[in-house]
């Protein structure tokens, strides 16, 4: 299932693309709003995999609201005015519907949404990695890291950010658990429940703290048995 939110600030046309989404079988409406605040921290504390958003709005329009998010969810565009469609997909949004709403046209980008969907969960749960580099998907376009290149992986809710010795650190869609078993255990280790870090990497190791470069990354005690047992069959004396 789809996990949606509606936002219009018409409650007319918020009831009618609720209504649609209510009737279509791989949809779960999670929320509707009819402003885009609340739907943003709604966002924030819940996994949403799509919105129908409404680009006309007080306060913050649709095409603001999409530029805050940072690979948040997928997005259609409901909108009464079709020029609106290229300010639409320069923020990637999957598709608009025009007003006023026809449930041929909303099934129709709803389909096109969930191709999308799969698609970016089977690229997800099939991340291709061997000793060398691994592939992952950042800002809609698929990237190639070296594996060796990895300083640290640092977990964020349902996304991961790949810190990079010599490049900006990368997003993902991800979950530690999935990359942590990618990776190769030899090199890698889960230092606490949001870091993992590259062994071979490390120069410095401070108060139960890894440091790199001005990052200090904690070791918590869950995982300070196991990295105690790495250091203690590396250390020379």
Same mark, same amino acid.
Do not use: W
């Given at each position: 299932?789809i ?5 219009d600030?018409?409650p007319?046309a918020l009831?009618q693309?609720s ?9 779960? @409406? ?7 605040m609340?739907a ?5 504390? &819940?996994k949403?995999?799509?919105?129908y958003?409404?680009?006309?709005m007080?306060?913050l ?8 998010? +940072?690979n ?13 469609a290229?300010?639409? =997909?320069?923020? &990637?949004?999957?598709?608009?519907? @025009?007003?006023?709403l ?6 129709k ?13 089977a ?27 990895i ?5 964020m ?9 010599n ?5 993902t ?9 990618? @990776?190769?255990?030899? +090199?890698?280790?889960?230092?606490h429940? +949001?870091?993992?870090v &590259? ?7 401070e108060?139960n703290?890894?440091?790199?470069n001005?990052?200090?990354i904690?070791? +918590? ?5 196991k =990295?105690?047992? =790495?250091?203690? &069959?590396?250390f @020379?004396?």
């Open positions: 299932m996990k949606c939110i509606a936002v600030d018409e007319l009831k693309i209504s649609y989404i209510e009737r279509t079988p791989f949809l779960d @409406l999670q929320a509707s709003f009819d402003n885009a609340d943003l921290q709604f966002i924030t504390e &819940n949403i995999d799509l919105i958003l409404d680009i006309q007080p306060d329009n649709g095409i603001e609201m999409a530029k805050s998010l +940072s948040g969810p997928q997005i259609i565009f409901t909108t009464a005015y079709s020029e609106y290229i300010d639409g =997909f320069k923020v &990637n949004a999957i598709d608009y519907i @025009l007003k006023p026809d449930y041929a046209s909303f099934f980008a709803s389909l096109k949404a969930q191709s999308f969907l799969e698609r970016n969960t690229f997800s749960e099939n991340l291709q990695a061997n000793s060398n580099h691994l592939f992952i998907k950042s800002e809609y376009k698929i990237i190639r890291i070296e594996i060796g290149d300083l640290y992986i640092e977990g809710r349902e996304y991961v950010r790949i810190h990079l010795a490049a900006k650190p990368l997003m869609l991800l979950s530690m658990k999935k990359i942590e078993e990618k @990776l190769p255990s030899a +090199s890698f280790m889960r230092v429940r +949001s870091y993992i &590259n062994l071979q990497k490390i120069s410095t190791i108060r703290r890894i440091i790199f001005d990052v200090y904690p070791i +918590s005690d869950q995982y300070k048995e =990295f105690q047992s =790495f250091i203690d &069959n590396n @020379l004396i």
